[in-house]
């Protein structure tokens, strides 16, 4: 569009918008932020706002045109991150009043799915941005918690880097923008991440080592345990430059950046979190729902990050179940924690807007009291034990200090925003005490003037008043008109009076006008001097925050232990696994009361290393099995578990495989899927592993799919240092032989009951193995016609028999063959004992006449029916 069509308005909007074409540019105007263009096109519907045009200068065209009050932003601003948008907000940068001209206007943030903070307050999830850069030998990938300042960086290899990103889940990653095989992988994998771009000179080690020193005002980066080494840095570098350009300069929360340490916690991958259920499952119950009971969102995260990496290190574990015993033989104390953490808020995230620059009043409030439950929460919990997070008596006389600081400063209900005043209590500040004074006494003035005045000139309906727009008045209903002294101005024509203004009423006015801009403008200056003060204590809230965050997890998993009737597990660095009458810590809780049916779990790598588990479909396999993981997984997060007594030898990882629903979305086939999953597993596991393996070879031929079994079985049985303990639910029954050829190897089935060509499903686990999957009762209890049932029984009982599939008559021979059957076949009474008297024949031994009186017999035995 030619310049000289346009406002000098529109001008400056496409002069800004033009740097940032991939995004929805929120222009402030006023009260409002609007959007001009295809940025209203495309916001409007997702927001359910009006779009209109309007033309903006002589002979442009109408340019389509949405907007939103400013005090909207948060609102709508949440939608369109959620809907995958990045948005650019523009303020105006001078106050309107005092422009010469246009208004002046600048970018002051880009907002973007990993860094939108605000919609994150209430949550217990995290909203990770990451950033992914190859290096050739390995990736660098890093990731930012912006709300709490958590920040990772890790060297990963290629095979494992889809597995990492689907576990953390992050909502934005940032990749080289020469790299775009990487973006197809990650949309292919991770479709719902947004994909931002970077400079490739940003991943450069060296720049982004440089990035990295100057952000943490350190020589070099051993103080934080990294080596020079690590591919991370390069994609941790790329976070903090891609942070600059979307103008998040104010990062003084972002203290530290650390590895992951999988050698104490452990590593579990996306596949064994969904198929475990640990944070979701379509019944909508997870193991996550059942236990979090936490009273804070900094708990509920630390419940998740507990539950995601379990704990590999025996006395941190241990450390976490004393904490539990102690809570759970000491309900009152239980119950006192509980009541008091009701009242401490997010303290993660108010340091982390204290360190962006965006507290606000209400912000800095409830830090004053959260700090000080939190004071009450370190009195009362002093025999519990939490070596990682502990607070010294050091640290509770600052953090008291801090609170005592803002309850002298911050009124107790105080605004949202600074920008309008009547945030700060009497007595903090003798400028502002002064300029509320005034106001006072002019305001003092103003009331005592309705009485005065109407004293002064008779007229009994006289009043004084107040509007935004014309500020004070004094009105006169026309029938006293004609009282109105000279020294009144008028000021203002109703239908039924008339609004005057003096001259010491216009004074008294301004005063109070001009002190309430100057209590604003100052209220501002000492609020961000005030945060300011307070960013420089944020290490001390963190520390805070996670001892809060540890004592509320605490709290949560002991409450489970007291209502679900959980035990403390015995933990060691033993190769077994022992666990009477466990229970599925989920399904438990969704069935009704003492429903649920306990199994004993023994797998030990020295003896009982692997379980080949038969039984029919529907009978509680994958139950069975997934209940094993959970209560294993809990254990080593220190929490009680589901059984009547357990002794758990810790494992480093938990494999599982079972389904392929998700993967078959991105175009690979079941059997590719089983594939790959079970090679991960082969390659990965230890002999301190846990492989949990429901079906290994049913998107191949039944041959196939038994052979690769097979060799798996073998293999993990074998293969030193691959021995893990290993629980494998089949429908290949072959496989139960493989107990007479491996001494570790064991069968187990799931009980069932026959009873008038019915099963009942006892749901135990038991020893030995089952030769019938029972899959045509599975069927009929699903609900399959019974003309169909009727029929696969027919054809079972002639596969049985020896007949191949080629030999069986069709449904449209069925007639004639069961007649022929009725006379000759399996309907026959005779029939077992035919085959009884054929079978024990030896012909080389059987003279002809033998032969010949053995045929009359048979003969005589079919006629019987005719």
């Keep these: 569009m030619a310049n000289d069509k346009l406002t000098p308005l529109m001008e400056q909007y496409y002069r800004i918008k033009k740097d940032y074409p991939d995004k929805i540019l929120f222009f402030r105007m006023g009260d409002f932020y609007e959007m001009f263009g295809e940025d209203a096109e495309e916001a409007a519907p997702i927001l359910e706002i009006a779009l209109t045009s309007r033309a903006h200068g002589k002979a442009a065209p109408k340019v389509p045109l949405a907007g939103i009050p400013y005090h909207a932003l948060e609102k709508y601003l949440g939608r369109l991150i959620e809907a995958g948008k990045k948005v650019v907000i523009c303020e105006q940068t001078e106050d309107p009043k005092l422009a010469k001209g246009l208004v002046k206007r600048e970018v002051v943030e880009v907002i973007t799915p990993g860094t939108y903070t605000s919609g994150a307050d209430n949550g217990n999830r995290f909203n990770y941005l990451a950033a992914v850069v190859n290096t050739g030998n390995s990736y660098g990938l890093s990731y930012l918690e912006l709300s709490t300042g958590d920040f990772y960086l890790d060297d990963v290899a290629g095979d494992d880097l889809i597995d990492r990103l689907r576990t953390l889940d992050p909502k934005e990653i940032v990749i080289d923008d020469a790299d775009g095989h990487l973006k197809s992988k990650i949309k292919l994998y991770l479709p719902a991440a947004a994909v931002s771009k970077l400079d490739s000179w940003k991943f450069d080690r060296q720049t982004a080592h440089q990035k990295l020193v100057d952000h943490f005002k350190v020589d070099n980066l051993e103080g934080f345990g990294i080596d020079n080494g690590n591919a991370g840095i390069c994609s941790a570098g790329g976070i903090l430059y891609y942070l600059d350009e979307n103008k998040l300069i104010d990062l003084k929360h972002i203290r530290a950046v650390r590895i992951p340490h999988f050698e104490e916690n452990m590593f579990l991958d996306s596949s064994t979190l969904e198929n475990l259920e640990i944070f979701s499952s379509p019944s909508g119950k997870s193991l996550f729902t059942i236990l979090n009971r936490t009273r804070t969102s900094m708990g509920a995260r630390r419940l998740r990050q507990a539950l995601q990496a379990p704990l590999r290190n025996l006395q941190k574990i241990k450390t976490r179940q004393q904490n539990l015993t102690r809570l759970v033989e000491d309900r009152q104390l239980l119950k006192d924690m509980s009541e008091l953490m009701k009242s401490i808020s997010d303290l993660e995230r108010i340091s982390g807007r204290l360190g962006r620059a965006k507290a606000g009043p209400r912000d800095i409030y409830t830090l004053q009291v959260s700090l000080e439950a939190t004071a009450k929460l370190r009195e009362l919990t002093k025999a519990l034990d939490f070596p990682e997070y502990a607070i010294t008596e050091e640290d509770m006389v600052e953090l008291e200090r801090i609170a005592e600081q803002i309850s002298a400063a911050i009124v107790d209900e105080p605004p949202f925003g600074y920008h309008e005043g009547g945030i700060f209590k009497a007595g903090y500040d003798q400028a502002l005490d002064d300029l509320k004074e005034s106001i006072s006494e002019s305001q003092r003035w103003i009331a005592g003037l309705q009485a005065e005045e109407k ?252 052979s690769i079994a097979w060799a798996v079985s073998e293999y993990l049985h074998e293969t030193d240092g691959k021995q893990a303990k290993t629980l494998f639910a089949t429908h ?88 022929f059957e009725h006379k000759y076949g399996k309907t026959n009474h005779h029939y077992e004992k035919i085959i009884e008297k054929l079978k024990s024949l030896n012909p080389e031994q059987t003279t002809p006449l033998e032969a010949l009186n053995i045929l009359v017999k048979l003969k005589e035995m079919i006629g019987d029916d005719d």
């Design 455 to 706: 004293g002064r000139t008779g007229i009994p309906s006289l009043k004084v008043g107040f509007n935004k727009v014309f500020g004070y008045y004094i009105e006169v209903t026309r029938p006293h008109l004609e009282k109105v002294p000279p020294n009144y101005i008028r000021k203002q024509t109703l239908v039924s009076a008339e609004r005057f203004i003096t001259e010491e009423l216009k004074q008294k006015e301004e005063i109070i006008l001009s002190a309430e801009e100057k209590i604003n403008r100052l209220e501002e200056n000492l609020f961000l001097q005030l945060c300011e003060e307070l960013s420089l204590k944020i290490e001390l809230i963190q520390k805070a925050a996670h001892f809060v965050a540890e004592a509320d997890l605490s709290a949560s998993l002991a409450s489970c232990a007291i209502s679900f009737n959980y035990i403390r597990p015995e933990l060691n660095n033993g190769d077994r696994i022992k666990i009477i009458n466990g229970r599925h810590p989920v399904i438990e809780q969704i069935l009704p009361s003492g429903k649920f049916v306990p199994n004993d779990t023994e797998v030990d790598t020295k003896k009982s290393q692997m379980h080949i588990i038969t039984g029919p479909n529907m009978a509680g396999k994958s139950t069975y099995l997934r209940q094993v993981g959970q209560i294993v997984l809990l254990a080593q997060t220190g929490s009680y578990i589901p059984a009547e007594s357990a002794e758990i030898g810790l494992v480093d990882r938990i494999f599982t495989r079972v389904g392929a629903t998700d993967k078959i979305t991105l175009g690979q086939s079941t059997f590719l899927v089983e594939m790959n999953e079970t090679a991960n597993i082969l390659h990965n596991c230890t002999e301190k592993s846990l492989i949990l393996l429901d079906e290994i070879g049913r998107g191949t031929s039944t041959y196939d799919g038994l």
């Design 732 to 819: 290949y029954h072959e496989l139960t032989r493989l107990a007479n050829r491996f001494k570790r190897i064991k069968n187990f089935q799931v009980a069932v009951k026959e009873w008038q060509d019915q099963i009942i499903f006892i749901r135990k686990i038991v020893p030995g193995g089952c030769d019938d999957s029972y899959g045509i009762f599975v069927a009929q209890l699903a609900g399959v016609p019974k003309e169909v049932t009727d029929r696969a029984r027919t054809i079972l009982r002639l596969l049985e028999g020896g007949k191949f599939l080629s030999d069986i008559k069709s449904d449209s021979e069925k007639e004639s063959a069961s007649l």
